[in-house]
């Protein structure tokens, strides 16, 4: 589903080049529940905003569904991303004046689902997520745990194959990330696609691959029996 070939990212500031992402490599494939691990600045956030499309790499190629996504207009990404990929990130990013339902409702508008259904469908995956009793609060009056539930009912909300998730346990208690990585799991059961960033090895615990990056490079890709 996913193939990465020798992804390299640059930045640059003044004169002097960061390689934040050196000859990465991989695939995944769907159904895969995949923990990236490694120490800050290794480039793990550079390396999901490349596979969620929004950002591209300096060289190397990525395929998606066997497709180059070079060739894509911008167009085409923010449509694809839109359909396929739903991310979940440390800091919630919701709207925090608007609703729980009308934060899950937001993709399906972009989406160009009608208003009616985007209502029936948001409210139903806030069911499905266990906060039938939060619809219309809005993200403020939540508590961390809730408010990553309500990211995670968005970004279930075009029913993307593959789920994105940038330490999204990273603000919550342990208690709460781990009813979060409950759902998580429940979600890979029903054919999602799982990538997680992580610190946190009782995290990475729940999926069934680990890659490690250390200094932009792969340092380990294989089972998570294997390492942890
Ligand atoms: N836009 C940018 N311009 C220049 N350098 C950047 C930019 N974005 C990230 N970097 C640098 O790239 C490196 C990798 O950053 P990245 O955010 O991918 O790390 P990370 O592994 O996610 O770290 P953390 O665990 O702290 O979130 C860091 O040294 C960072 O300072
Ligand atoms: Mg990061």
Redesign the pocket.
């Known amino acids: 589903m996913i193939q990465i070939k020798n992804i390299t990212k640059v930045?640059k500031?003044g004169t002097t080049d960061?390689v934040?992402l050196n000859n990465v490599s991989f695939h995944v494939e769907s159904g895969d529940y995949v923990a990236v691990m490694?120490?800050?600045?290794?480039?793990?956030?550079?390396?999901m905003h490349i596979l969620g499309l929004l950002d591209s790499p300096t060289s190397g190629t990525y395929e998606l569904d066997k497709k180059n996504v070079a060739a894509f207009s911008k167009y085409e990404l923010a449509k694809l991303r839109n359909r396929k990929i739903g991310f979940v990130f440390q800091a919630f990013n919701l709207l925090p004046r608007a609703s729980a339902l009308k934060n899950v409702m937001l993709p399906m508008l972009y989406g160009g689902v009608e208003e009616k259904e985007r209502q029936k469908q948001a409210a139903a995956l806030l069911t499905r997520i266990g906060l039938e009793n939060r619809l219309l609060n809005t993200s403020n009056e939540l508590s961390g745990g809730e408010m990553q539930r309500v990211a995670i009912a968005r970004a279930l909300a075009m029913n993307p194959d593959i789920l994105l998730a940038d330490?999204p346990t990273g603000n919550i208690s342990t208690q709460q990330g781990k009813e979060i990585m409950e759902i998580f799991n429940t979600l890979n059961g029903q054919g999602h696609t799982i990538i997680i960033?992580t610190?946190d090895a009782l995290i990475a615990h729940y999926a069934k691959r680990i890659i490690k990056?250390q200094d932009g490079k792969i340092i380990y890709d294989g089972k998570r029996r294997g390492i942890l």
């Open positions: 930045y500031t960061t934040v490694g120490p800050s600045g290794s480039g793990k956030s550079t390396l330490e960033i610190h990056l």
